[in-house]
């Protein structure tokens, strides 16, 4: 826990720079890209750390620079664009990470690939069913970490797709497939629940411990499918339990776009979780006050910190450090201990453009500091 009220930090994953889109695949920057490049050194000086990719980048040798070498420089961007915007806790915006499902299940066994699907508006996902009992190949994200802790100046953190999310996500055909009888709700909830577990004592509880023996010690534990079907709180529980069971770790649970209020009392049985990161903003609209819900945090008793989210990830509106103060005020009112809040933004800033995603990052930060000077001040 930091000792500055309202530290900031990041929750989720940043649109990747057109320069790094297109060195990845060999070929060489276009005007805009190089353009890009250009302005974006220039502010944060991330090349800086990796001059010999970013010089074959930039004299169209893309090939040379090679394409692990210009993820390490989307990774150095994303790191210094957080630290100057003024983040407590970063990490590298996903930077080497196309999405958050197909990944970690192909560092798995038991899957099976079976084509596109539709998550939302014209997004899709490469969805998968599990045929066979699941086997973690090996531990996932471990170089990732290893790169960020290298070259972070704050705090380095760590996102993961919880076993949740993973279940919720792919064809359950083999848990379901070895049950006699009739697959009834009943049963299919209890197909479901082994699913969810093996995931998270199998492939997540050894990948977090192959983390934390790397010196990994804020572990954000991601389950957006938690929201979708609240009556299975019980499972998203079940599954971040088992993953974190007997590790050391400062865990948070970052769940975006939900009723909260559905999930509770049952997601405060989750014995390791250390914070609740979740979206208020999104809906601290139009007469709304979108931080009402945190009152129910208190009205269970429930003391850890949380993960405010006061910017909108979907708006390009910036908002104002202004507003983003009164939100945390707000906050306060309904926690009661203003110790406890950490700012973010809703979610990730991935679908905002990165001038816009910059700018709406040091609102929170600017935003945080004026709320800080009324509790720090009351007088001035």
Known sequence: MSATLFPAQEIGSLTKPRWQIVGQHGDPLDQRAR????????????????????????????????AEGVRDLGALFALRLFE?????????????????????????RGFQFQGHVRSFDNKYYLKAAVTDEVRLERPYHVEEFDFVRRHARAEPKLPITGPYTLADWSYNEYYLGRRAGWKGPSVRRAAQREFVVDLAKRAIRPTLAALIERGCRVIQIDEPAAGTHPDEADLVVEGFNAATDGLDAEFSMHICYSDYRALLPTLLEARRCRQWAWEFANRDRDGRDGYEVLGALREYGDARSVGLGVADVHRDEIETPELVADRIRRAVTYLGDPTRIWVNPDCGLRTRRLDVATRKLEAVVQGAALARASFENPRA
């Open 84 to 108: 100057n915007a003024g983040l407590a806790r970063v990490y590298d915006g996903e930077a080497r990470r196309i999405e958050m499902y197909e990944y970690p299940i192909r560092q798995m």
């Open 35 to 66: 353009e890009e490049f250009r302005v974006a050194n220039e502010r944060t000086h991330f090349a800086d750390d990796a001059p010999a990719a970013a010089e074959a980048l930039l004299a169209g040798r893309s090939r040379d620079a090679g």
